[in-house]
Nanobody, 122 residues
Framework: QVQLMESGGGLVPPGGSLRLSCAAS????????????MAWYRQAPGKERELVAR?????SSYYADPLRFGISRDGAENTAYLQMNDLRPEDTAVYYC??????????????WGSGIQITVSS
């Protein structure tokens, strides 16, 4: 079983920046875990969940707004990051991290975080 812990959200004024973190951990003692694909989604009140950014290990990336959003990872810490710059009120939403993670016991599976609130307001 893999657990995801999101952090870094909160209240930020328009034009500000935030970096969200998504740390993956497992209780398995054998081989640890490997992050294959990492992605961030968001859901604003009354709207459907939408993809913000995605990056596949050794593969392609997608950004809803490549000029403002960036996704990265710290492999040693099994942590994915979403850097968001020039935030706007319309970026207000609950942000969800999802990772496709390989562990020896479970193979490759998708895991979701519980979500973290970002509010952009003056």
């Amino acid at each position: 079983q893999v657990q995801l812990m999101e952090s870094g959200g909160g209240l930020v004024p328009p034009g500000g920046s935030l970096r969200l973190s998504c740390a993956a951990s497992t209780s398995e003692s054998r081989s640890g875990l490997t992050i294959n694909t990492m992605a961030w989604y968001r859901q604003a009140p009354g709207k459907e969940r939408e993809l913000v950014a995605r990056h596949a290990r050794g593969g392609s990336s997608y950004y809803a707004d490549p000029l403002r959003f960036g996704i990265s990872r710290d492999g040693a810490e099994n942590t994915a990051y979403l850097q968001m710059n020039d935030l706007r009120p319309e970026d207000t939403a609950v942000y969800y991290c999802t990772l496709n993670v390989y562990t020896f016991r479970a193979g490759s599976k998708d895991y979701w975080g519980s979500g973290i609130q970002i509010t952009v307001s003056s």
